[in-house]
């Protein structure tokens, strides 16, 4: 049997998910600021995919917003940490599915969505073809991926280390590497989010985003590490790039479409479906 094309990333991420603590690793606030402009009244009542959901950590979140069904789709094991942190939000109408997002088909959805998935695929212009794919008529996409702008010091610094790393034992990475290595990281952006408040700092690295993961605590700073330096494959998304993406279907409601700059270094995009009948992918 052929090997997935992102097999070996959904591996490796399943190794973070499946050794952290049940439930969420997210904040509701850190939930509600990915899915800006998107909000509960869009969802509410809705059918709700998630491509790439990883332990389930948003799906958790987004039973809050009450949709009528939530489906998952993952390529790695971490699926069965995903159906356990579901089953304990008590919501009924779900399922989590052990699938490649970039070939998984449906009847469709009223939003679909991809948070910080895309970037890690061989592929992400096909992860994003997915995503249309599978929604309906009339309904949403929302994404979310890391930006080429704004990530200079990651994609000249930290990005050559992820492509050693990526090869080492996940325990090895997450404890030997991914901790001490963050925790420098960890006291810039505590004293970032401290100082900033009497002086302006905006001219240094990583400002906004460093004032948003600040309000976390040091294991959120080392899962975030640790998801850096274990995927054998990430990419660093310009804004040209989505438009380009965004402009090579012919099924999108063109005055619904967002793209917008999140913590300084971040892409949120999406919009909605006109008609399936017209896709040009």
Request: glycine share 6%.
């Amino acid at each position: 049997m052929t090997m997935k094309a992102d097999q070996k990333t959904a591996d490796a991420f399943a190794n973070s998910w499946n050794n952290l603590p049940e439930g969420t690793v997210y904040t509701k606030e850190q939930f509600e600021d990915w899915f800006a402009p998107l909000t509960k009244k869009e969802v509410e009542g809705s059918k709700v995919l998630e491509l790439g959901c990883g332990n389930g950590s948003l799906l958790v979140h987004m039973t809050a917003w009450k949709p009528s069904y939530l489906e998952g789709v993952d390529l790695g094991s971490s699926v069965k940490t995903a159906q356990n942190n579901l089953e304990a939000t008590g919501f009924k109408n779900w399922k989590i599915t052990l699938a490649d997002l970039t070939e998984y088909t449906s009847d469709g959805f009223d939003l679909v969505y991809s948070i910080g998935v895309l970037h890690h695929l061989k592929d992400p212009k096909k992860g994003l073809d997915s995503v249309i794919a599978n929604v309906k008529q009339n309904g949403r996409f929302h994404c979310w991926v890391y930006a080429k702008e704004g990530n200079a010091l990651i994609i000249y610094f930290v990005d050559p280390i992820r492509k050693i790393s990526s090869k080492l034992p996940w325990w090895v990475t997450k404890y030997l590497l991914a901790t001490p290595l963050v925790v420098p990281y960890f006291f810039y952006a505590k004293l970032i989010n401290l100082l900033g408040k009497y002086i302006s700092l905006k001219w240094l690295p990583l400002y906004e985003y460093s004032l948003w993961i600040a309000k976390r605590e040091f294991a959120f700073f080392r899962h975030v590490a640790f998801d850096q330096l274990v995927t054998p494959q990430t990419a660093y998304i310009s804004k040209n790039t989505i438009q380009n993406w965004l402009d090579s279907y012919n099924n999108l409601d063109r005055d619904s479409i967002y793209v917008i700059m999140r913590n300084g270094n971040s892409w949120k995009f999406g919009g909605r479906i006109h008609s399936h009948n017209s896709m040009n992918i």
